[in-house]
Every structure is written in structure tokens, then in C-alpha cells.
């Protein structure tokens, strides 16, 4: 059993001699290394979950130790210490996958707590791997796929959320997967039903209707008294997808039900007690919402008591590998493998429909390629060529990310006769959005080509 080891890695000896002393003193079995050689050497050896280490080193850096640390076991904690602390520094040690950042001389109160919140996230994350591998076993796979430090920090509030009652925030581009992580934390969770209502798609007149249910006679067509989503879910989750297009009427009346747990149907005289966990889903940025007047800061702070954010899939390309194997494992029902030199222009792709779009083009591939996919090819940036990783020349600048995106979207939408519905399926973007980037790019003088058929 290797719960309770830990491995110091730092130049001075005598520091290492102090922690190693104080964990031992604390139940824990504590060993160190002097530099980055023989550190790797002795976790190959020793395998501990959790590694206190410094970020100079005679023979390589912290960061390069640390990247290789988790080459060899992605679960592994590292918690940096180091004397020459740094904001860029930190920002440096989260990107190579630290689990903690910690300035020199240690807090030693926090150090611990540190270490002990360390070993805890470990356990908690190895359950879930298990339970993980029992679930593949009855053809149940995981839908929370992702090897990225942000991956791992999503599936650990995923964890958190499961195991209260309280409302969640979801937020992050279209196409990340929010609705996947919000159907990852109620099926984490001992509840009874889930559900899910969009926003967008409900009429403003019948929202109110659909969410709190209505009395026979409450309006023209109401002919027998019907249950809302908040009653049908009593005991479960409801997830309430792009929450930031509710009216501000209904934002007020959905407060009410958060805080008090209470309803009145239309048309009705008493009220209901109901007990539903609110999952909340946007992309859109709230805070500016809220500076807009389009959105209740009251409503939003009672909403975001946990929130998840997903970042864009360009932000993690890391998880592309893994995700693409998953995604084309369910299309063909079969483990299927892309060569490194597609993968290589798929994570130098921009993906603005994030996984949504990776799924797409996927699917396209298979259809097209048959035995043998070559989705790289299906990439058309603005240009028209085949999508490249190779730099431009020193005579080229590389466009900024916004060009690109905008520069393939509104491609996509001329090839397809300036369909939007087509344009919104093939970029893996949603109808809602896809207008409202158009109509911005309309704003700022782009040429948008008019609406085909």
C-alpha cells in the first residue's frame, strides 16, 4: 500500500531532512532526492501519489521534472515550493500540471493541510478510476473524458456537486460538453429523476407554464391542470440550459423557488413545496450580462454556489487524443486510432465548435474514409488549403486566433449558400449562436453572405 508516501525533491539537503522529519512525525512515509535525475529515478521505484518539489534544480528545472512525473502517472500530485516565487512562475508550474504552489519558507500549517488535501483528491480520484473501469466492464463508459489538469479539475468539482444539493454553474463555449458534465454529476448523485429545459427553445409566453406547471383555466387552451418541470423533478436535478436567455420576470420567480423552495403554478392559489437541485448552463459571459441589465446578479451568485467552468477544447489540446479515440469508439463500436500526423493537425486546429465539432468531423470522416478516416483533411481554414501545423514564413505573421475562427466560419457559411442551420451543424455550433457571432461580425464590417435556403 502506497496511500501515505511522499517524495521530496529539492537541492537542500537540510530542508529535506526538516519535511521529511515533520511528515514522519505526522503518519507519513517521507523520503527525498537531491536533484531531478534521481528524484524520477526514486518515484520509478517508490510510486508515490504525492511530491513536494522544488523548482530549481541542479540538472533540470521543477517544470521539466514535473511534466515527466506525469508521463509516468497522470495521477500523481506535485506541490512546488520554491523560493523564488513568481504570478507567472505559478501560472507556469498549473500549465506543467502542479496540483499546489507554495512559497518558501513553508507555512507549515498550510504545507499540511496542502499535503493532506493532496493525498485526499488522490484517493477520491483513484475511486473514481475504479469505479470507472467497472462501469466500461458493464458497457457503461465514462463520459468525462479528458487527460488536461483542467480535465481532472472538472471532474473533481463534478465530485464535489454530486455529493450536496446545492445549485451548480456551468458555463464555457458552445460545444465543450456542459451538458455532459452536468449529466456527469447527476449520475454521481443519489437522485431520483433528472431533466433537462432550454431556454431558448421554450416561448417567453409559455415559459413560466413549463417551468412552475398551471391550473385548468389559467389561460386560453389550459383545459386540465399540468405539472411543471420543478414538480416532475421533485428529488432530482433540473437543468436549466442557457439560463442567460430567461426573461428577468421569470429570473425574479426562479430566485424565489432557489430560496425558499416553494411554488405557485399559474392560475393557482396554493403554493408547492419542492426540492430540486438547479443545474445551470450558458455560454454566455454573466457578469457582463449582469452589467447589461439582462441578468439578475442576485439570481447569479445564488446559482454559481458551485461553478464548473469547461474551457475551449484549444485551450486543452491534450485531451484531443483522448477525446477523438473515445468519439470514434462510439460511432464504430470498435477501438479506432488516429496516426500522429493527423492528431498533429487536429491540435493545431482552433476548433471554434469545440468537441461538438471534433464529433462532426469524425463522423464525416468515417463516412467518407470508411475503414480508414482522414479527418485532418476535412479541416478547411479561409484559405482553402488543407489545414497545416507549419509555421509561416518570416515574411508571414500568424493571424490572431479571433481572425481564424472568423475566417473559417464565415468560409463554411459561403460554401454552404449562406445556410445557416447547415453552417451551425458542420461547425458544431448551436443556430443561437452562430447568429449572434454572424450578426457581430456584421456589426464590425465584415461581409456576411446573405441566408440561403
Not at 87 to 96: D, G, L
Not at 222 to 243: C, M, N, P, Q, Y
Not at 343 to 370: C, D, F, H, K, M
Amino acid at each position: 500500500m502506497n496511500e501515505r508516501r511522499i517524495l521530496v525533491i529539492d537541492d537542500d539537503r537540510a530542508f529535506c531532512a526538516s519535511i521529511c522529519d515533520g511528515l514522519t512525525g505526522r503518519g507519513y512515509q517521507a523520503r527525498y532526492a537531491l536533484d531531478g535525475e534521481d528524484g524520477l529515478a526514486e518515484y520509478r521505484r517508490w510510486h508515490a501519489p504525492v511530491v513536494l518539489l522544488d523548482q530549481n534544480l541542479p540538472n533540470m528545472t521543477g517544470l521539466e521534472v514535473c511534466r515527466r512525473l506525469h508521463e509516468l502517472a497522470p495521477e500523481v500530485k506535485v506541490i512546488f515550493a520554491t523560493a523564488f516565487g513568481s504570478y507567472s512562475r505559478a501560472v507556469e508550474a498549473v500549465k506543467a500540471g502542479a496540483y499546489e504552489y507554495l512559497p518558501k519558507p513553508l507555512d507549515l500549517d498550510q504545507f499540511y493541510l496542502t499535503v493532506r488535501n493532496a493525498f485526499e483528491t488522490h484517493r477520491l480520484e483513484r475511486r473514481e478510476l475504479l469505479s470507472r473501469y467497472e462501469r466500461q466492464k458493464s458497457g457503461r463508459a465514462d463520459e468525462l473524458t479528458g487527460v488536461s489538469p483542467q480535465a481532472n479539475r472538472i471532474r473533481r468539482l463534478v465530485e464535489l456537486a454530486a455529493a450536496s444539493r446545492s445549485p451548480v454553474l456551468i458555463t464555457g463555449e458552445t460545444g465543450v460538453g456542459k451538458a455532459v458534465v452536468a449529466r456527469a454529476i447527476h449520475k454521481r448523485s443519489d437522485e431520483e429523476s433528472y431533466l433537462t429545459v432550454n431556454c431558448a427553445a421554450v416561448p417567453e409566453s409559455l415559459m413560466e407554464a413549463e417551468l412552475f406547471g398551471h391550473e385548468k383555466g389559467a389561460f386560453t387552451g389550459a383545459t386540465k391542470r399540468r405539472k411543471g418541470v420543478f414538480e416532475l423533478t421533485h428529488g432530482g436535478s433540473l437543468v436549466l440550459d442557457e439560463i442567460g436567455e430567461m426573461p428577468l420576470l421569470l429570473q425574479k420567480k426562479l430566485l424565489t423557488v432557489l430560496e425558499e423552495g416553494r411554488l405557485r403554478p399559474l392560475g393557482g392559489e396554493e403554493e408547492l413545496s419542492v426540492d430540486v437541485r438547479v443545474i445551470a448552463i450558458t455560454n454566455r459571459n454573466l457578469e457582463t450580462e449582469i452589467e447589461a441589465q439582462r441578468f439578475r446578479a442576485d439570481l447569479y451568485y445564488r446559482l454559481a454556489v458551485i461553478k464548473i467552468h469547461v474551457p475551449p477544447l484549444r485551450e486543452r489540446t491534450e485531451d484531443l487524443e483522448p477525446l477523438a479515440r473515445v468519439l470514434l469508439r462510439r460511432l464504430t463500436g470498435r477501438p479506432c486510432e488516429l496516426p500522429p500526423e493527423q492528431l498533429q493537425v487536429l491540435r493545431a486546429y482552433p476548433w471554434p465548435g469545440n468537441t461538438r465539432e471534433l464529433r462532426n468531423v469524425l463522423e464525416r470522416s468515417l463516412i467518407l474514409g470508411g475503414e480508414k478516416p482522414d479527418p485532418a483533411s476535412l479541416l478547411q481554414p479561409a484559405d482553402g488549403h488543407p489545414a497545416s501545423v507549419e509555421p509561416p514564413g518570416n515574411d508571414g505573421e500568424i493571424p490572431p486566433l479571433e481572425t481564424v475562427e472568423r475566417q473559417h466560419i464565415l468560409t463554411v457559411l459561403e460554401r454552404l449558400d449562406g445556410n445557416r442551420r447547415k453552417t451551425a451543424d458542420t461547425l458544431g455550433l448551436s443556430i443561437s449562436t452562430l447568429r449572434r457571432r454572424l450578426n457581430d461580425y456584421r456589426r464590425a464590417g465584415f461581409r456576411v453572405p446573405p441566408s440561403g435556403a
